[in-house]
């Protein structure tokens, strides 16, 4: 969707729709309209529901030269997430309804100006994403152009740009997660990556599986092996000015889990396409950071395997080595995702970075802690963790801390190597956290790491008023804010 901003007012803004979100004060931008028009809004918001129960469609008559109005009544007491949440629900309705290909808004005033412009133009792009990447008939016209109603300056201009960059990147990020994996296959993403790198003028690492086996990543070498597919590990490195602090971004890059010899359900497969979400994340958030702070010196590691069943596969009972020397008891092959995280890991401290933060459908345990609105954080560093709540909660994203207090430690105890990836056939208890003590064993305590797990977030099994089904782009806007205020 591209974006412009327009000073024109409402009755002169030339679109198919106007989207109106309507508080109990007429926003500043309508008070231009005919009269008889504001007293038809009025009349509609006195009767109509939230916005959470119904919409209303008016007909232009003639008082503006947009064909329709689209009517939203809003609280007004909604805050930034709520409002950010509505503005989807607009760019959803908008494109279902097909009020497009142009639409126009008017803001509420309910938030600081430049604040609520950046919230609509990222909700609206978000909102109008439909996952129908291969269907031969689109069901839906798409939303082409959306023009923001507001006085032109320097900072609303790189408030919309910024917003308009995040926005389009997320669904690009949603589109590589919707991929079939037979498209989105490691090799896939390592073309994508390529692609970024030559985009934002980054440099880029690619290892093959024995290029990696050569460095000691036994963990992540343990898992690629059973595919046909060929592995690879990918490091991107935006060179920017050096300094003290070195960001490290992680994400998890598995493009199909059928669980390996430890055969998931064929049920549990179906959404297996998106085990590589946390990489998906990792990749546009490197984009979008490598063009909005030039300057920062970051880097992203990406381990990009499928985890198969064959004859080469690593079979439960196996001891593999990463690369930090730690030997790892295999109890099930479908916790696979903590072994190839850990060699990246492993990678990231060795290139150099300070901090890191590792994204990844770990663990079914937390979509059954937090559901599919929530993605469990892990730290090991108050000062880090203050920071990535800060940047989920300016990115409207929910996140909730989990405890690693030192008696989980006992999870991950093995009577035969130093670690096991699993509780093994029984199970454990506090299997996120089970997750997140083991990722933890392959950082050194002197560099700031955490971990979100986004296994609930990043996929929603069926749509809502406010975004469509599948790829959610969960933790990206994150992992933006957070390398914007490193």
């Avoid at 592995?231 to 050096?242: N, Q, S």
């Amino acid at each position: 969707m591209k974006i412009r901003i327009s000073e024109q007012a409402i009755p002169e803004i030339e679109a198919n729709t106007i989207i109106i979100l309507l508080p109990s004060r007429l926003p500043e931008a309508l008070q231009t309209l005919d009269p008889a028009l504001k007293n038809r809004i009025e009349e509609a918001r006195q009767t109509m529901p939230l916005y959470t129960k119904d919409s209303i469609v008016l007909l232009s008559h003639g008082e503006v030269k947009a064909q329709k109005l689209f009517l939203l009544k809003v609280p007004d007491n909604a805050d930034s997430f709520e409002l950010r949440q509505i503005y989807s629900q607009a760019g959803r309705e908008a494109r279902l309804r097909e009020l497009g290909p142009d639409v126009a808004i008017a803001l509420t005033g309910l938030l600081d100006p430049l604040m609520e412009a950046e919230i609509a133009v990222e909700g609206l792009v978000q909102g109008s994403y439909l996952p129908e990447l291969y269907k031969t008939e689109k069901a839906h016209k798409s939303l082409e152009n959306l023009i923001l109603c507001f006085s032109r300056t320097f900072e609303i201009e790189k408030i919309v740009r910024k917003a308009e960059l995040v926005g389009n990147t997320q669904n690009y990020v949603r589109d590589l997660v919707n991929e079939p994996a037979s498209r989105a296959t490691p090799l896939f993403l390592v073309e994508e990556a390529k692609r970024i790198a030559s985009e934002t003028g980054s440099r880029i690492e690619v290892l093959s599986l024995n290029d990696a086996e050569k460095m000691g990543m036994g963990a992540f070498s343990a898992v690629a092996r059973g595919s046909d597919q060929p592995a690879f590990m990918v490091k991107l490195h935006h060179p920017g000015e050096d300094g003290a602090q070195k960001l490290g971004l992680v994400g998890k890059g598995l493009t199909f889990d059928s669980g390996g010899l430890s055969l998931k359900p064929w049920e549990s497969m179906t959404t297996m396409k998106s085990d590589m979400a946390g990489a998906a994340a990792v990749l546009g958030a490197f984009r979008v950071l490598s063009f909005l702070r030039p300057e920062l010196d970051f880097m992203a590691f990406l381990p990009l395997t499928e985890n198969l069943p064959s004859g080469k596969s690593y079979k439960p009972g196996d001891v593999v080595r990463a690369m930090n020397g730690k030997t790892i008891e295999v109890l099930s092959t479908d916790a696979e995702g903590r072994l190839i995280l850990a060699d990246a890991l492993c990678w990231a401290v060795k290139e150099g970075v300070t901090h890191i933060v590792d994204v990844a459908t770990l663990t079914g345990a937390c979509i059954i802690a937090l559901g599919h609105e929530t993605t469990g954080l892990f730290t090991n560093s108050e000062a880090w963790r203050e920071q990535i709540l800060m940047a989920a909660l300016k990115a409207g994203e929910r996140v909730w801390e989990l405890p690693m207090f030192p008696e989980y430690k006992e999870l991950i105890r093995s009577e035969i190597a130093d670690l096991a990836n699993s509780a093994g056939r029984s199970g454990a208890p506090a299997g996120a956290i089970f997750g997140a003590m083991f990722l933890k064993e392959f950082v050194p305590e002197e560099i700031a790491w955490a971990h979100m797990d986004i296994a609930g977030p990043s996929w929603l099994p069926k749509s809502s008023k406010t975004i469509a089904s599948g790829a959610t782009g969960a933790s990206f806007r994150t992992l933006v804010e957070l390398g914007l205020s490193f």
